[in-house]
């Protein structure tokens, strides 16, 4: 398919725009260039103009720059892919990698749901302990939360967990953004 004499823009990737450049054959994949010193790289852009005001634009995948042999002019055969089909060719493919519990990804949606975590009493207290031993930098105060998570633990179902869990949670205040994922859990024990 060859088309006439054409005036296309150049866009170069760093934005710069040449207009009015003359193309003297354009076909679908190809446009010829008589001035060989246009700055021409692949990566830039050629923008052609319809008559409709509408615009297509064309990556340039090879400038194809030849010098002048006998009479034939030094020129660019710039070998180009229209934008358009590039994207239709390869449609755009968002992968999202979740991990954990209760993850959901939520687009352009409210999320009104609720998540409910069972953790066994024995997973939340080894979690805790961890979260204790990897968060917590002071000696003294690891030691005294190891003590009271003790006493949770072994008095988990009686009176008695309710005043280690209120000093548990006295404890971590300054803290309690590291523990607040398993608060709910300890919660549920309270008698």
């Known amino acids: 398919m060859i088309r006439g004499n054409e005036k296309v823009t150049l866009q170069k990737q760093c934005g710069t725009i040449i207009d009015d450049i003359k193309s003297k054959v354009v076909q679908p994949d190809m446009f010829f260039i008589d001035d060989p010193n246009l700055p021409i790289e692949e990566g830039d852009y050629f923008l052609r103009g319809l008559p409709n005001g509408l615009e297509e634009m064309y990556i340039i995948l090879d400038r194809g720059y030849y010098n002048s ?41 409210i999320d009104n749901s609720i998540n409910l975590v069972e953790l066994s009493a024995d997973d939340v207290f080894e979690k805790i302990r961890k979260l204790i031993k990897e968060s917590i930098e002071n000696d003294s105060t690891k030691r005294v939360l190891r003590d009271i998570v003790s006493n949770m633990e072994l008095t988990q179902g009686a009176n008695e967990f309710n005043q280690h869990y209120i000093r548990f949670i006295t404890n971590i205040a300054n803290q309690i953004n590291i523990f607040s994922p398993l608060i709910p859990a300890l919660s549920q024990m309270i008698q």
């Open 69 to 109: 042999f006998g009479s034939i002019k030094a020129h660019y055969q710039c070998k180009v892919k229209k934008v358009s089909c590039i994207e239709l060719e390869n449609p755009k493919q968002v992968i999202y990698n979740l991990y954990g519990s209760n993850n959901r990804l939520n687009n352009n949606l």
